[in-house]
Every structure is written in structure tokens, then in C-alpha cells.
């Protein structure tokens, strides 16, 4: 089993609709999570970072971590075209200096 | 601006030539970190330097080599033995002490070995 599983997609939806994207892992010594969206040839863009379980949100976008489960969604409202990218959760055991765990990335396409 | 900046953006070496990628910053970051894209992957760690001369190994280091001389700079060697270097590769920073300590990107190297 990888550490941590992503549904590469591609996901495609219209202008406006509500986007759930997520992401399961399997090492319980994770405390921190992150997406990021990275557009064809660019570097990733960090656009979440939490810590251990809970809710963060952050205008459009909302991040989400289960623990007890390991599962972590980032939510995405009235999506727009510039959403269309790919996104990458990673995760981490350690606070800071420590190597990023990541998923394969999730394809996402809004079309107007 | 504060930023990470990775030169060149594309750049194609003949197989059996070592290349050097380089990856500089200027957000007085202590970490930098080297990961690996692969089509429809995600990063791989290839190496990572939490102080000026010193790194450590990161998941798929076998055929690439780095030095840490200054803070701002952290260039990655990718030698002939490494068997399929053909990648995106990615440079990364973060701090280690006062918070936060989210990774950034730069924009990223894509090699093609022929």
C-alpha cells in the first residue's frame, strides 16, 4: 500500500460547481497536510497547510483532515476556469525541515 | 521580490554527461530540498540541506549529488549514473525555526536526456 493514495482523475466539471478532491494515507505519524496546485509546466503553489484534524478555510477553498480516518479533502466553491490545474496533497510527520510526502495529483478541469 | 529561482527552465544533455541544475533563494530560508516529477507522479525527495554544508538522502538520491556552500544556494548534480534522469525537477525552501514552515517552489527544471 503507498503512503498516500490520490485519485488521479481527471475530474471535470462546469463553472460555479462545488469541487471535492481527497486524499488517503496510511502512516498514522502524519500531523501535517498541505495542497498545492501546480498548473501545466510550473512549479506547485502552496494553497493549504494544516495541522493534525479540523477545518481551515481560506476564501474559495476549504481543507479538511480526519485523522481518525486518514483522509484529507480540500474543497473547492463556485470554481472558476482558473481553477482548472492539478492538485497535490502532501503530508508530513515532522513540523519543519522534513521531507514532503505527496500524492500523484488530481487533474481538474472547469470549463465555463 | 523574495522568491526561489531554478536556471535554465529546459535543458537537454546527451546521455553519459553529468548536469548541474541550479536553485537559488533569497527567502533567508534555512532548508532547501530537491524533489523529482515524474508524467503522472507525484514529487519524490531526491535530497534535502537544513544548514550550509551539510544534506541528507531523501528517497531516490542514487545517481545525484549536491552542495550546500551558501545558504542561498543549493545546486543539484544529476550524473551519468543516474538511469533514467529524464524528469521535472523541483526546487524547494522552508524555514526551520520561528514558523511558518511551509515548503515553497521555484519554477522548476525539466531535463531531457537523449
Known amino acids: 500500500q503507498k503512503e498516500v493514495e490520490q485519485d488521479p482523475g481527471p475530474l471535470s466539471v462546469p463553472e460555479g460547481a462545488i469541487v471535492s478532491l481527497n486524499c488517503t494515507y496510511s502512516n498514522s505519524a502524519f500531523q501535517y497536510f498541505m495542497w498545492y496546485r501546480q498548473y501545466s509546466r510550473k512549479g506547485p503553489e502552496l494553497l493549504m497547510y494544516?495541522?493534525?484534524?479540523g477545518n481551515k478555510e481560506d476564501g474559495r477553498f476549504t481543507a479538511q483532515v480526519d485523522k481518525s480516518s486518514k483522509y484529507i479533502s480540500l474543497f473547492i466553491r463556485d470554481s472558476q476556469p482558473s481553477d482548472s490545474a492539478t492538485y497535490l496533497c502532501a503530508m508530513s510527520a515532522g513540523q519543519a525541515g522534513t521531507a514532503l510526502i505527496f500524492g500523484k495529483g488530481t487533474t481538474l478541469s472547469v470549463s465555463s | 521580490d523574495g522568491g526561489i529561482t531554478q536556471s535554465p527552465k529546459y535543458l537537454f544533455r546527451k546521455e553519459g554527461q553529468n548536469v548541474t541544475l541550479s536553485c537559488e533563494q533569497n527567502?533567508?530560508?534555512?532548508?532547501m530540498y530537491w524533489y523529482r516529477q515524474d508524467p503522472g507522479q507525484g514529487l519524490r525527495l531526491i535530497y534535502y540541506?537544513?544548514?550550509?554544508?551539510?544534506?541528507q538522502k531523501g528517497d531516490i538520491a542514487e545517481g545525484y549529488s549536491v552542495s550546500r556552500e551558501k545558504k542561498e544556494s543549493f545546486p543539484l548534480t544529476v550524473t551519468s549514473a543516474q538511469k533514467n534522469p529524464t524528469a521535472f525537477y523541483l526546487c524547494a525552501s522552508s524555514r526551520l525555526a520561528g514558523g511558518p514552515y511551509e515548503q515553497y517552489f521555484g519554477p522548476g527544471t525539466r531535463l531531457t536526456v537523449t
Open positions: 494544516t495541522y493534525s484534524s
Open positions: 540541506s537544513q544548514i550550509v554544508n551539510d544534506f
Open positions: 527567502l533567508n530560508h534555512d532548508a
